[in-house]
């Protein structure tokens, strides 16, 4: 619950610090006193938003800090400890604001962003204004009220959780399904490529082989020929070659018995030439024998030459670049391949997600059947007690007009309401009179707030609208709220002021030079004159203050 709340230089407040405590506080002052700028100063620490125009007038800033006993609210401790933030002692939400307009959070003196001020603020504390009844007026009010007196917090997080899974899917699987005609036009000519590099089944190396054989079976008749020249050079030609010659030469220079050393080396070396020119005409011999120059194999080199180019240049790439286009072709078909399994992946997914859905779904719809007629009878009861007998309430649950998961749950969730007897329900956006419409709407926040999971409940004047007989109730409702945990509401009304465990007075302290906002907490007697204050306006006489204490002492 909150315990403590401290202000510094926040609209016309210099300085408060207030300690609060459990049960029913009820907060008084005359109009334009600051009531509702406490409330307001509490909202900045819960995450509201807000501009310089916070900053008292000749302040750098406004403080606001504000300090709950989170013993009995596991989730917001559960929250805290998540996110290293938990402490000894209370949780301290602080909310700093400068004249230029710059806003910090902080949660037990972290920075922190707004947003998690306003995540946590919610498990702490739970506000209900005078303009509540116009978003009452909002269907996705009435669901989101109905859901919390079911307690289908949880059950409705599963359902939105699995309608927005679903969605992703669904979205992921039309953009591939919206891609797939030109996918299948690609698959199908990657698969037709693919067949006739298949088919050409070039492989490494044999493309520079191809063209060496190639080179040699088309030069085969000038080879031979020089082959033929050569050997009658060396060996063959009557009228003299060179091995003869070289024979000649090394008989001559053998001849001496004694030769000189240079003449027995240049002897040497042409016996040395004599024998690798005899060696050179065995190799050119047995080339001549075994050499043939096939015709048959010429054009199947060629003709498979002209396969490899074709294929090429139908690409438009270098021959020698088929082998690499041929493995990209067939990574890219692969690619389309798991593009097809995760298609199929994902419309498994899409149906696993909607059965997951409708068992959400279908659990939360049973749900709302069941503590519907709960809720319309307990709103029905506190409305005839809010001075409107004969006033009917109904809760109306409407399939959804789409088959598809939606977020909310498979139905609509109306309000009807018929105020007088004899009336037939009517939607609840249809009611005429604003002040039937803040007593509904009264009678439906008491309700609600009575299953509410934070302990500390606010009433900013919502019982705006409302006097005689049924404000005793409305003050009633409040306190039997307040014996439960905390409430804290702001009144007009006596009768409500009467009913509090503790009161708290707002009035404005004047100065020479400015004028402050100041709450002092009441004892009993002032308290009875507040009341009285209430009751008969400014001037206190003995009937008011006797009324006021009649109200008063009897609680």
């Not at 202000?7 to 407040?13: E, G, S, T």
């Not at 002052?29 to 000749?58: C, F, N, Y």
């Not at 604001?97 to 702490?124: F, M, Q, V």
């Not at 060396?234 to 009228?239: A, I, P, V, Y």
Request: contains cysteine; proline residues 4%.
């Amino acid at each position: 619950m909150l315990v403590h709340l401290s202000v510094r230089n926040y609209a016309i407040v210099e300085h408060l610090d207030l300690d609060l405590e459990r049960g029913m506080t009820v907060i008084t002052g005359e109009t334009g006193a600051g009531k509702s700028i406490m409330l307001d100063a509490l909202g900045l620490t819960l995450g509201d938003r807000a501009d310089s125009d916070a900053v008292r007038p000749g302040a750098d800033k406004a403080d606001v800090l504000a300090s709950f006993d989170t013993t009995d609210i596991p989730e917001a401790r559960q929250w805290l400890a998540e996110r290293d933030l938990e402490q000894d002692g209370p949780c301290l939400l602080r909310r700093v604001i400068t004249r230029e307009g710059r806003s910090r959070g902080y949660i037990n003196g972290s920075p922190c962003p707004l947003a998690d001020l306003k995540t946590l603020g919610g498990l702490l504390i739970d506000i209900h204004n005078q303009h509540e009844h116009q978003s009452l007026l909002g269907l996705d009010t009435h669901r989101r009220l109905l859901d919390e007196y079911a307690g289908a917090g949880e059950l409705v997080r599963q359902v939105q959780l699995a309608a927005q899974r679903w969605r992703q899917v669904r979205q992921t699987l039309e953009r591939l399904t919206r891609n797939g005609d030109e996918q299948r036009a690609r698959h199908q000519l990657l698969s037709y490529q693919l067949e006739e590099l298949d088919n050409l089944a070039l492989a490494e190396g044999e493309l520079q082989a191809l063209e060496q054989e190639q080179s040699d079976l088309a030069s085969a008749e000038h080879i031979l020929l020089a082959c033929r020249q050569a050997m009658d050079l060396c060996t063959e030609n009557e009228q003299g070659n060179a091995l003869s010659a070289l024979n000649a030469s090394v008989a001559r220079l053998t001849a001496f018995d004694r030769p000189p050393a240079q003449i027995q080396e240049a002897s040497n070396l042409l016996a040395s030439a004599q024998i690798q020119i005899e060696e050179a005409m065995n190799e050119l011999n047995r080339f001549v024998d075994h050499f043939e120059a096939d015709p048959e194999r010429q054009q199947a080199v060629q003709e498979r030459l002209d396969s490899v180019y074709s294929l090429a240049r139908k690409h438009r790439v270098q021959p020698e670049a088929l082998l690499e286009l041929h493995e990209q072709l067939r990574n890219e078909l692969q690619s389309l391949d798991a593009d097809d399994v995760a298609l199929e992946r994902l419309q498994e997914e899409l149906a696993a997600f909607e059965r997951h859905y409708q068992e959400k779904a279908g659990e939360l719809s049973r749900l709302r059947e069941q503590r519907a007629p709960e809720l319309a009878a307990a709103v029905e009861t506190e409305m005839q007690r809010l001075g409107m007998p004969g006033g009917r309430f109904s809760i109306t649950l409407t399939p959804g007009s789409t088959g598809e998961p939606q977020p909310l749950g498979n139905e609509g969730v109306e309000f009807r309401v018929s105020a007088n007897p004899g009336q037939p329900l009517r939607p609840l956006a249809k009611v005429a009179s604003g002040g039937e419409l803040s007593r509904i709407s009264l009678a439906i926040q008491v309700i609600t707030a009575q299953t509410s999971r934070t302990p500390t409940l606010v009433f900013d004047e919502v019982d705006v609208g409302i006097g005689g007989p049924t404000a005793e109730v409305v003050g009633q409702l409040l306190r039997q709220l307040g014996e439960r945990g905390q409430v804290l509401t702001v009144t007009h009304l006596p009768q409500v002021a009467a009913q509090g465990h503790q009161h708290l007075f707002v009035h404005k302290e004047r100065g020479t030079d400015e004028t402050r906002t100041a709450v002092a907490k009441l004892d009993r007697a002032r308290r009875v004159e507040e009341v009285a204050r209430m009751l008969g306006g400014v001037d206190l006489t003995r009937e008011s203050l006797a009324h006021a204490r009649k109200l008063v002492v009897s609680r």
